[in-house]
C-alpha cells in the first residue's frame, strides 16, 4: 500500500461514514494518531471513536463530501463539505472544511487536524446565536 492509496481509503471512509463504519479506525489511523478540531483534542483510537460516535447522537444524516485532496510525501490535505441536519429537526446546515492529515511508514494516520469557522460555519446558522454573532462580526468590521 502506499500513502495515495491510503489517502483514498480515507476518502472513502468519509464520503461512506456510519455508525458501523467506525469501527474502521483502527485500520485507518495509528495506535496514538493525533486528532483535533474545533472542540476536541485527543489521541488514539478509543478517543477518535468516541468523538465519531458523538457525532452520531448530536446530527441526523452526517455526511461528508470530499472536493479535493493532495497529498505530498507523507502529508495529504482534503477540502469537506460536511452536510447534516440539527438533531430532532428538519434544519439542514453544511460546514466547509478542510483536514490535514499526516501518515507513518505504515500509512496509517497519525495526525489529523481539521480547520473551519466555527462561527461562520456553526453559530451563525443557529436562528437567535446567529443574529448575534452577525452583529458581532458587523461591529468588528466598523
Not at 461514514?17 to 483510537?45: M, T
Request: hydrophobic share 40%; proline share 4%.
Amino acid at each position: 500500500m502506499t500513502h495515495q492509496e491510503q489517502l483514498q481509503n480515507i476518502i472513502r471512509f468519509f464520503e461512506s461514514v456510519s455508525r458501523s463504519s467506525v469501527q474502521d479506525i483502527p485500520q485507518l489511523y495509528s495506535a496514538d494518531a493525533y486528532f483535533k478540531d474545533p472542540f476536541n483534542e485527543v489521541r488514539g483510537h478509543p478517543a477518535i471513536t468516541a468523538i465519531f460516535e458523538h457525532m452520531f447522537e448530536q446530527v441526523d444524516e452526517p455526511t461528508f463530501k470530499i472536493e479535493r485532496s493532495i497529498l505530498q510525501n507523507d502529508d495529504a490535505f482534503i477540502v469537506w463539505d460536511f452536510a447534516f441536519c440539527v438533531k430532532g429537526t428538519c434544519q439542514a446546515l453544511t460546514i466547509h472544511g478542510s483536514s490535514h492529515l499526516r501518515f507513518n511508514e505504515a500509512h496509517q494516520v497519525i495526525y489529523h487536524r481539521d480547520y473551519w469557522d466555527v462561527a461562520e460555519e456553526l453559530y451563525e446558522k443557529i436562528p437567535v446565536l446567529g443574529s448575534l454573532m452577525r452583529l458581532i462580526k458587523r461591529k468588528a468590521r466598523s
